[in-house]
């Protein structure tokens, strides 16, 4: 995968975390939810297509995975991106 | 940033304090300083969402205060006397923030009552410094030829004194929360004010509107109905607020579950583009709101008054989007019926995936509504006041007495007795 490709599959990771988050009704999901959303617009300043894949078993589990793409990419990932991937990895645990 | 309130209390506070009538100050410096001071009332009057026409309705007061504003022909060289100039300064504040609110097109909880209350506020003010110059005038031995602004401030007297007259406690208008509108204002209202800005500017230009504008715009809306919701339950728990006010609590708890739902966007639907504007303004916003919540109701009005036109717009683009299939899609999702879509392609005309969000940005449009105007209602809301003792007279049936007994004069509580 091209990191264009690679950075378009954690994308879809982010976007899948947000809608589980912002679906799932917990009282907190909707502040958390926020957060991702967040995460997504500092991932695609240049407005890529991001890639459509399928849902991780949990919010958590879906960052997971995109922070594992993003590692491989550090150069195409903004730094203000990682401390709120951080956050929230904490936060969910 | 000041309320109306904020302003009104300064207003009364210089009317209450203008000492006895000063015969020092002479005709001209009466005249000078109510000059800008009534062309102020004018303008706040005016812009009072009373109901009606203000030419029709105001006519009295402008018949009055119209000739105060114009001043003499020939220019005044005095000074204006300083207390008239700081009461027209306030009240040049208030009608800047009703002009700017008229321009809004105001919701009808703020139309009629709440306007008459607050209309009451300036005009007692107005009638206190009426007295108090002409007062400081009347020991003048003018000429005869100069009484006309006496005249017209024993008007002036006259014409608002049934204000004046209405205890400030009956006074308390919802408008009285409106304060100026900018967004260098410190904290949470500042915050809320760049945010709503800038939203109905992207909201308002299609080539800006972008799937996580909506979503983010959606998810803020949800978190200020949390906010909201969780400043009103406290209040309520606290005893600042009756319990009637619980319709409001419910309709924002609705509001947050709409709106969380107009955000929630499935991942194979979106509508690319930049907002990095607005990225900045909605991470500041939700900052503010997560560590400075509003501490009062006003300041919780306030943040749903900012907040309903966002939601409004929010609806009008949604729809938009969805009626004319704008949304772009992921084919694949699609399923094979489909046909051959490998990737992102427009919404097909039979497709209406943004259907659902659409329709909860409406219920959370109706419900965010529904909670200002119960909240702005319901707060004014004070028990009623027992009617006089001996009120109403006790009434009993007329006793029914034999014919002959009958007594053919009018009855001694109707009029003079005939036998007196």
């Not at chain 1, 849902?55 to 203000?80: D, N, Q």
């Not at chain 2, 304090?17 to 005016?46: C, F, I, K, Y």
């Not at chain 2, 309520?236 to 419910?250: D, F, H, Q, V, Y």
């Not at chain 2, 919404?347 to 219920?363: I, R």
Request: glycine fraction near 8%; include cysteine; aromatic fraction near 4%.
């Amino acid at each position: 995968m091209t990191p264009a490709e690679t950075l378009a599959v954690a994308l879809g990771h982010v976007r899948n975390a947000t809608w589980q988050l912002l679906g799932n009704n917990q009282p907190d999901g909707l502040t958390v939810g926020l957060e991702c959303l967040v995460l997504e617009a500092l991932l695609n300043p240049d407005d890529l297509k991001p890639a459509v894949v399928e849902a991780e078993t949990s919010p958590a589990a879906s960052l997971s995975k995109a922070g594992r793409l993003l590692e491989a990419i550090p150069e195409h990932v903004a730094p203000a991106a990682w401390p709120v991937m951080a956050s929230l990895t904490q936060t969910l645990g | 940033m000041a309320t109306i309130a904020d302003l009104l209390a300064r207003l009364e506070r210089l009317a209450t304090t203008l000492g006895p009538p000063d015969e020092a100050n002479r005709l001209e410096s009466h005249v000078a300083g109510w000059m800008p001071l009534a062309q102020q009332t004018l303008r706040a009057v005016s812009n009072l969402p009373t109901g009606g026409r203000p030419e029709r309705v105001n006519a009295g007061l402008l018949a009055v205060l119209g000739p105060l504003a114009r001043g003499p022909r020939r220019p005044i060289e005095a000074r204006p006397i300083e207390h008239l100039s700081d009461l027209a300064l306030t009240m040049g504040a208030i009608s800047d923030v009703l002009v700017e609110h008229a321009g809004r097109n105001p919701g009808p909880e703020f139309v009629g009552r709440e306007a008459t209350k607050l209309e009451a506020g300036l005009l007692s003010a107005v009638h206190l410094t009426a007295g108090w110059s002409l007062g400081g005038l009347e020991r003048q031995n003018l000429p005869g030829t100069r009484v006309s602004t006496k005249r017209l401030l024993r008007d002036l007297v006259a014409l608002t004194e049934p204000w004046a007259l209405i205890p400030p406690v009956n006074r308390g208008s919802i408008l009285q929360d409106l304060r100026v509108r900018t967004n260098t204002a410190p904290g949470l209202e500042g915050a809320m004010v760049a945010w709503a800005d800038e939203t109905l500017l992207v909201l308002g230009e299609r080539h800006r509107t972008t799937s996580w504008a909506m979503q983010a715009i959606a998810g803020n809306l949800a978190l200020i109905s949390h906010t909201a919701h969780n400043a009103i339950e406290q209040a309520i728990k606290n005893g600042g607020l009756p319990a009637a006010t619980r319709p409001a609590s419910e309709a924002l708890e609705s509001s947050v579950t709409a709106w969380r739902a107009a955000a929630t966007w499935p991942p194979c639907l979106r509508l690319g583009g930049a907002t990095t504007g607005l990225q900045v303004l909605t991470r500041d916003l939700q900052q503010h709101l997560r560590e400075a919540p509003p501490r009062t109701i006003a300041d919780t009005r306030n943040l749903l008054h900012l907040a309903l036109p966002v939601a409004e717009a929010h609806v009008a683009t949604m729809d938009r989007l969805v009626r004319t299939h704008d949304l772009w899609i992921h084919g694949p999702s699609l399923g094979p019926s489909a046909g051959y879509m490998p990737s992102w392609e427009r919404e097909p005309w039979w497709s209406h995936q943004g259907l659902s969000m659409a329709k909860a940005a409406q219920l959370g449009h109706r419900t965010l509504s529904k909670a200002f105007v119960t909240l702005a209602v319901d707060i004014e809301q004070t028990p009623p006041k027992p009617l006089p003792l001996g009120w109403p007279p006790a009434c009993s049936p007329p006793a029914r007495r034999p014919p002959g007994e009958r007594i053919p004069e009018r009855h001694l509580a109707i009029g003079p007795d005939t036998t007196r």
